[in-house]
């Protein structure tokens, strides 16, 4: 596993763009419980509701899902590695 900043450094900022926006969607797509949204711009899936996910929203619910003992370690693994992305997105916007 690779740190974002040192993959970003290696790719640069275009590429690294392109890497995050890949992984968050295959991140997504293994998730049962998710599928694409034709109005929602942040999540990129489908819902049920009318109001679509805010990044805020999307990282309460995986922080949520932490703590559930039926999921399995893979994908444990992936959800904390979109936590840990949706954070790092964060604090970039932070610091803007």
Not at 10 to 21: A, R
Not at 25 to 45: G, N
Request: net charge positive; hydrophobic share 30%.
């Amino acid at each position: 596993m690779i740190a974002p900043s040192l993959l970003k450094r290696l790719l640069g900022n275009e590429e690294f763009e392109n890497w995050k926006s890949l992984t968050l969607q295959k991140t997504l797509e293994s998730m049962p419980d998710v599928v694409y949204c034709p109005r929602c711009q942040t999540s990129e899936k489908r819902h049920v509701g009318i109001m679509c996910l805010t990044q805020e929203m999307k990282l309460s619910i995986l922080q949520a899902r932490q703590s559930s003992t039926q999921m399995k370690d893979k994908q444990r693994q992936r959800e904390q590695e979109m936590i840990h992305e949706l954070l790092s997105v964060r604090e970039g916007h932070r610091r803007i």
